[in-house]
């Protein structure tokens, strides 16, 4: 049982920035990823960026430059801040953990919106 509490979104003027935070908690353990997808309005749901247990991160084409992922270990936490947000980044931002051992979770999601 792991639980994911995303919190950080809200409304941005384009140009601007966020940081979201994922706080995870339950039984956690072992090698595990963290990533960070968004889903718009009658759109799939996609990956935006991903850090793995030894610290990779890859991101989709659109925000590489712009966002960046990181995670603490010790607070089972996981952030993406978000720097020159645009009209089309708009969504919401879901946080996920995938483990070898644990499986998959998601948390419930936090709204992100860009406008003047």
């Known amino acids: 049982q792991v639980q994911l509490v995303e919190s950080g979104g809200g409304l941005v003027q384009p140009g601007g920035s966020l940081r979201l935070s994922c706080a995870a908690s339950?039984?956690?353990?072992?090698?595990?990823?963290m990533g960070w997808y968004r889903q718009a309005p009658g759109k799939q749901r996609e990956l935006v960026a991903r850090?793995?247990?030894?610290?990779?991160?890859n991101y989709v084409d659109y925000v590489k430059g712009r966002f960046t992922i990181s995670r603490n270990n010790a607070k089972n936490t996981a952030y993406l801040q978000m720097n020159s947000l645009k009209p089309e980044d708009p969504a919401v931002y879901y946080c996920?953990?995938?483990?070898?051992?644990?499986?998959?979770?998601w948390g419930q999601g936090t709204q992100v919106t860009v406008s003047s």
């Open positions: 996920n953990l995938n483990g070898i051992l644990m499986g998959d979770y």
């Open positions: 339950g039984r956690i353990f072992g090698i595990y990823a």
């Open positions: 850090i793995t247990s030894g610290g990779s991160t």
